[in-house]
């Protein structure tokens, strides 16, 4: 299946703090399906992560903690930016 790509470009309004090209590329993997979970046959690569799981359960749910606690400390990082960000924009006087 082809990838759908369509074009993004700047919003009127928005501030010039970085120069951004007028339009980007945006490149979306795979079409939404209308049903969930979708008919579509496993592909590769989600067989082998099935196949890993079955053959190392252990190693599995350590993986799936790991990428858990990896996603919070991100999603912790942002918003301590955004929360930074607005402090460098509204400084207390």
Same mark, same amino acid.
């Given at each position: *299946? #082809?990838?759908? %790509?369509? !074009?993004?470009? $700047?919003?009127?309004?928005?501030? &010039? $703090?970085?120069?951004?090209?007028?339009?980007?590329m945006? %490149?979306?993997?795979?079409p +939404?399906? #209308?049903? =969930? &979970?979708?008919?579509? &046959?496993?592909? +590769? #690569?989600? /067989? @082998?992560?099935?196949?890993?799981?079955v $053959?190392? &359960?252990?190693e599995? *749910? /350590? %993986? %799936?903690?790991?990428?858990?606690? =990896?996603?919070?400390?991100?999603?912790?990082? #942002?918003? !301590? /930016?955004?929360?930074? @960000?607005?402090?460098? !924009?509204?400084?207390e $006087?």
């Open positions: *299946m #082809q990838p759908v %790509v369509k !074009e993004a470009s $700047r919003q009127k309004g928005s501030s &010039p $703090r970085r120069r951004v090209s007028p339009r980007r945006i %490149v979306a993997a795979d +939404k399906l #209308q049903q =969930f &979970p979708s008919s579509r &046959p496993i592909n +590769k #690569q989600e /067989l @082998l992560v099935a196949e890993y799981t $053959r190392y &359960p252990q599995a *749910m /350590l %993986v %799936v903690q790991e990428q858990q606690e =990896f996603e919070e400390e991100v999603r912790q990082a #942002q918003l !301590e /930016l955004q929360e930074s @960000l607005r402090n460098a !924009e509204n400084p $006087r």
